[in-house]
């Protein structure tokens, strides 16, 4: 299994990447968290990441306004590449060294269409086509 990295803005619009490992991640409001989040939609100590049976699960630590994967409320589910990950007004998203990274406008985008009904994995598809017509050289 290849490593998963977390890339985000925090509050101060810094970016930030965060290769996922054996250890837990906590997510939150605070300021011990491994990545901190401020925001008072986001609980101190709103979710985490870790690495469990050989895959990366996201957990929601109930958390007061829950914790979103692909815009859908989760307790407990595996996450992977070109996942996004919502906690309060903040979008995480995952990759690793095979997929393309969403910039938080993407992100953002993805979500809309999500909302107006479209499927995370038919959007997924549509950006990689788009990405492929762009590498094809013009004959």
């Known amino acids: 299994?290849?490593?998963?990295?977390?890339?985000?803005?925090?509050?101060?619009k810094q970016e930030h990447d965060l290769k996922l490992g054996t250890q837990p991640v906590f997510i939150?409001?605070?300021?011990?968290?491994?990545?901190?989040?401020?925001?008072?939609?986001?609980?101190?100590?709103?979710?985490?990441?870790?690495?469990?049976?050989?895959a990366y699960v996201v957990k929601d630590l109930k958390s007061k306004n829950g914790t979103f994967l692909n815009d859908e409320p989760i307790d407990v589910a595996i996450i992977g590449p070109l996942?996004?990950?919502?906690?309060?007004?903040?979008?995480?998203?995952?990759?690793?060294?095979?997929s393309v990274r969403l910039g938080e406008t993407q992100a953002v985008e993805v979500l809309k269409e999500m909302n107006d009904g479209k499927g995370f994995n038919t959007i997924m598809h549509q950006i990689v086509d788009k990405l492929e017509d762009e590498d094809t050289p013009e004959a």
């Not at 299994?1 to 101060?12: G, K, N, P, V």
């Not at 968290?33 to 050989?54: F, M, P, Y």
Request: net charge negative.
């Open 28 to 54: 939150g409001r605070d300021p011990n968290s491994d990545i901190v989040l401020d925001d008072e939609r986001v609980t101190r100590a709103h979710c985490e990441i870790r690495h469990w049976g050989g």
């Open 1 to 12: 299994m290849s490593t998963l990295t977390i890339h985000y803005r925090d509050a101060t």
């Open 83 to 98: 996942d996004i990950i919502k906690v309060g007004p903040y979008l995480l998203t995952v990759f690793d060294e095979n």
